[in-house]
C-alpha cells in the first residue's frame, strides 16, 4: 500500500501542533444524508484519508515496530463499506446529531473517549442490541456531518463537541486525553 509509505502532507510550523482535517465533500452533511446513501460517503472518506481505517488512524510508528501492521490496516480499510461498519458509522452520525458542538476543539476527550459516549448512548436506547462504535468510523461520521477533527502530533484525534454531550450517559472524561 504506497500511500502509507509516505508522510501526511506538510503543515509546515503547525504541524508540531498537530492538524484539522476537514469534513468530505459537500458538508456538512446531516444525518437524513449519511442514512441515505453511507456507502458513498464511507467510500469518500476512506478515499480522502488513507491513514483512517474502521478501527482509528495507523500511526506511523506501528508501521515501523509491527510489520503487519499495514496489511492489518488495508483489511480493515475494505472492511469499512461491509454492513457491521455501516451500521457503527451510522449509530456514530446518530449520536453526533444530538450532540451539541463546541466552537473550539475539546481536547479533554478524544474521539476514542467519544466513540466509548456514543456506545453509551445506543446502550441506553436499546440496552440488548448492540452497540459498538469503532473510532475511525466514529471519526468517518463527525467529519461528514462538519465537526471540527484535530490529529495531535501523537496522532491523538479529537473533535469539537461539548462535554454536555457526555453528561447524560455517566461520563466526566477521557482517561486518555492529556
Known sequence: MDELTRQRPSA????????????????????????????AV??????????????GIIRPIDRVIDCDATARHAARRAEMTSPRCVTQFL???RFIEQAPPSRR?????????????????HKAMDPSGDCYVGEGMFILAARAMG??????????????????????WGDSGDGAAP
Open 12 to 39: 509546515g510550523p503547525e504541524q508540531q501542533k498537530g492538524r484539522e482535517t476537514g469534513c468530505v465533500a459537500a458538508c456538512p452533511r446531516t444525518l437524513t444524508d449519511l442514512e441515505a446513501d453511507p456507502l
Open 105 to 121: 476543539i475539546n481536547r479533554r476527550r478524544s474521539t476514542y473517549g467519544w466513540k466509548h459516549v456514543a456506545e453509551r448512548f
Open 42 to 55: 464511507i467510500a469518500e472518506g476512506r478515499e480522502a484519508d488513507p491513514f483512517l481505517s474502521w478501527k
Open 147 to 168: 465537526l471540527m477533527v484535530h490529529v495531535d502530533r501523537h496522532e491523538d484525534t479529537y473533535v469539537n463537541l461539548s462535554e454536555r454531550a457526555a453528561t447524560p
Open 91 to 93: 449509530r456514530a452520525a
